[in-house]
Structures are given as structure tokens and as C-alpha cells.
């Protein structure tokens, strides 16, 4: 008999954006004159430019031919996309990579949620604070987080403040941590870090 996960079942029952986007409705329902600038999810500055647009089209097009349709792409990537990138992105830097080196995945979300998989549940681990939810959802779902306190702080945990004090740069930790997420640039703080 399969049983459920019971680390699912620490989740917050509410998804911050989800969350964020109920407030900002019943805002605007209260305040209908208010102008607002939204800073978050799916909330962008421009459309997209012409370039994306046309090679949209060219896709959208050659799938919809039978002389040209190809279904779903390998799953590590197609190979010109692969060349293009290592031709664009590492070549001129001087990096040189073989094609088995790029991996093509559908995003950071999901590739920061699931690379979690590959470790065992109990490496202790750090988070920058504010950080982008999946980071700490990924871990409560895998059993890493431990418990969960009532100011919602989880014991496992080891939160590494991004204040306005430290210039949203945390400190090292103090004591040792298996996997530290760096959230850069941080969202929602906007902070990148140098090299340094």
C-alpha cells in the first residue's frame, strides 16, 4: 500500500503569492482610485521584444506542419540550442564545453525545488531571510526542515538574515551547514553579491 508523504503534509496550507494576490484585490476593491505598481510574480515591465516574438511565431508555425512538426524536444535539449549557447554564452568568455556539459531544464524553480532529491533528508541546511519560498518549501516536503515553531520558523533550519543593517549580505554561518541556499539576486530584496 502506497502511504502519503507526511512531510507534505507540513506545507503551509496557503502559497505566498497566492496569499500576496488576495490582498492586493481586496486592496484595490477598497481603494479603486489607488494607482499601484506591482513588483511581484508575473508582474513584468515590458512586452516582449520582436525577436522573441517572431521566433514564437516560427515555432508556433513549424508545429503546426506535418513536414516539419517534431513533438516533444530531447530531453536534455535540442542540440543547436545546446551549440548556440556554448557558441554565445562560454566561447567568447574562453570556456570551452563539450554539448554534454549544457543541460536544458524548464527553470530555476523547479531545478533549485528538486536538486534537493539528490541528498539525503538529513543534511542541515541555511537560507538567506527573505527568500523565495520554494527554497524552504522544497525541504519541509523532503523532511528536512524539522519543526515547525509558532512564529513559523522551522528547527532544522539556519536562517541567515538579509537586512538593511548587513546591506542584504548574511553572514557565514557560525557552525556547520551542509547546503546553503544563496538567493541571488534575491528575491524580493533585489540584492546581487560580488564575486568577493
Same mark, same amino acid.
Given at each position: 500500500?502506497?502511504?502519503?508523504?507526511?512531510?507534505?503534509?507540513?506545507?503551509?496550507?496557503?502559497?505566498?503569492?497566492?496569499?500576496?494576490?488576495?490582498?492586493?484585490?481586496?486592496?484595490?476593491?477598497?481603494?479603486?482610485? $489607488?494607482?499601484?505598481?506591482?513588483?511581484?510574480?508575473?508582474?513584468?515591465?515590458?512586452?516582449?521584444?520582436?525577436?522573441?516574438?517572431?521566433?514564437?511565431?516560427?515555432?508556433?508555425?513549424?508545429?503546426?506542419? $506535418?513536414?516539419?512538426?517534431?513533438?516533444?524536444?530531447?530531453?536534455?535539449?535540442?542540440?543547436?540550442?545546446?551549440?548556440?549557447?556554448?557558441?554565445?554564452?562560454?566561447?567568447?568568455?574562453?570556456?570551452?564545453? &563539450?554539448?554534454?556539459?549544457?543541460?536544458?531544464?524548464?527553470? $530555476?524553480? &523547479?531545478?533549485?525545488?528538486?536538486?534537493?532529491?539528490?541528498?539525503?533528508?538529513?543534511? &542541515?541546511?541555511?537560507?538567506?531571510?527573505?527568500?523565495?519560498?520554494?527554497?524552504?518549501? &522544497?525541504?519541509?516536503?523532503?523532511?528536512?526542515?524539522?519543526?515547525?515553531?509558532?512564529?513559523?520558523?522551522?528547527?532544522?533550519?539556519?536562517? !541567515?538574515?538579509?537586512?538593511?543593517?548587513?546591506?542584504?549580505?548574511?553572514?557565514?554561518?557560525?557552525?556547520?551547514?551542509? !547546503?546553503?541556499?544563496?538567493?541571488?539576486?534575491?528575491?524580493?530584496?533585489?540584492?546581487?553579491?560580488?564575486?568577493?
Amino acid at each position: 500500500m502506497a502511504l502519503v508523504n507526511e512531510h507534505f503534509l507540513k506545507l503551509q496550507s496557503n502559497y505566498l503569492f497566492s496569499d500576496i494576490a488576495k490582498r492586493v484585490n481586496a486592496f484595490k476593491v477598497t481603494h479603486p482610485q $489607488a494607482h499601484l505598481i506591482r513588483l511581484g510574480i508575473g508582474d513584468v515591465t515590458c512586452p516582449l521584444p520582436r525577436a522573441c516574438i517572431e521566433a514564437m511565431h516560427r515555432a508556433v508555425d513549424e508545429m503546426a506542419d $506535418a513536414q516539419t512538426f517534431h513533438g516533444y524536444g530531447p530531453e536534455q535539449g535540442y542540440p543547436f540550442l545546446i551549440e548556440t549557447i556554448i557558441k554565445h554564452d562560454f566561447a567568447p568568455r574562453g570556456i570551452t564545453l &563539450s554539448p554534454s556539459e549544457i543541460f536544458i531544464s524548464d527553470g $530555476a524553480k &523547479s531545478d533549485t525545488g528538486n536538486i534537493g532529491e539528490l541528498l539525503r533528508w538529513d543534511n &542541515s541546511m541555511a537560507i538567506t531571510d527573505p527568500v523565495y519560498p520554494v527554497y524552504v518549501d &522544497s525541504n519541509i516536503m523532503c523532511g528536512r526542515s524539522g519543526t515547525q515553531d509558532a512564529e513559523g520558523r522551522w528547527s532544522n533550519v539556519t536562517y !541567515l538574515p538579509c537586512t538593511s543593517e548587513n546591506g542584504f549580505i548574511p553572514d557565514i554561518p557560525g557552525h556547520r551547514v551542509d !547546503l546553503i541556499y544563496l538567493c541571488y539576486p534575491n528575491n524580493p530584496t533585489g540584492t546581487t553579491l560580488t564575486r568577493e
